[in-house]
């Protein structure tokens, strides 16, 4: 088994993603990046009008990200990555022919998700979440956090699981 080079902190929209992959980062003194910020804006103007995003519109979305990944692992700066994820195959896209990548599934339960979407301010409404819900397709190989938890506590869960201490 490669040793991890990149965690994908992975879920629905609202579900805590990125709060969990700049503490990860910070915890572990590595690279973050959110995957919102390499949508082009077609993308995001799309999502702001309540349209979900068809698998076309990901692909070079999903393209650009695993670039980012690669990059991260040829240069060895370690990368914890807040990207939806959704579906096995946005997965297998972002991975592709890299060793050492680990996804983290961030879930809960939808009212708390959609609670925290409408606290925030983002392109995403939350009239979406239902979309994003029934696009998830829940990986089988990742370290399951559940978004109750304190943030400090998911890190050490994280940490622990795949054993970056």
């Known amino acids: 088994m490669h040793p991890t080079t990149a965690v994908i902190v992975m879920g629905v929209s609202g579900s805590g993603k990125t709060t969990l992959g700049r503490a990860l980062a910070a915890r572990l003194g590595w690279a973050f990046a959110d995957a919102?910020?390499?949508?082009?804006p077609a993308n995001v103007e799309k999502m702001a009008?309540?349209?979900?995003l068809t698998d076309a519109d990901r692909a070079p979305w999903l393209a650009a990200l695993h670039a980012v990944i690669a990059?991260?692992?040829?240069?060895?700066s370690p990368l914890v990555l807040a990207?939806?994820?959704l579906k096995d195959r946005y997965r297998q896209t972002l991975t592709g022919?890299?060793?050492?990548v680990r996804f983290v599934h961030v879930h809960g339960?939808?009212?708390?998700?959609?609670?925290?979407m409408r606290a925030r301010q983002h392109f995403m409404p939350?009239?979406?979440l239902d979309s994003q819900f029934a696009a998830l397709e829940p990986p089988t190989d990742a370290v399951m956090v559940d978004i109750a938890r304190p943030v400090e506590q998911e890190v050490e869960?994280?940490?622990?699981?795949?054993e970056l201490a």
């Open 83 to 85: 990207c939806s994820a």
């Open 109 to 116: 339960p939808r009212e708390l998700i959609e609670a925290r």
């Open 71 to 76: 990059r991260h692992a040829r240069e060895g």
């Open 97 to 100: 022919d890299l060793g050492g």
């Open 49 to 52: 009008r309540g349209e979900p």
């Open 157 to 162: 869960q994280v940490v622990r699981a795949l």
């Open 126 to 128: 939350p009239s979406l």
């Open 36 to 40: 919102d910020d390499f949508h082009p």
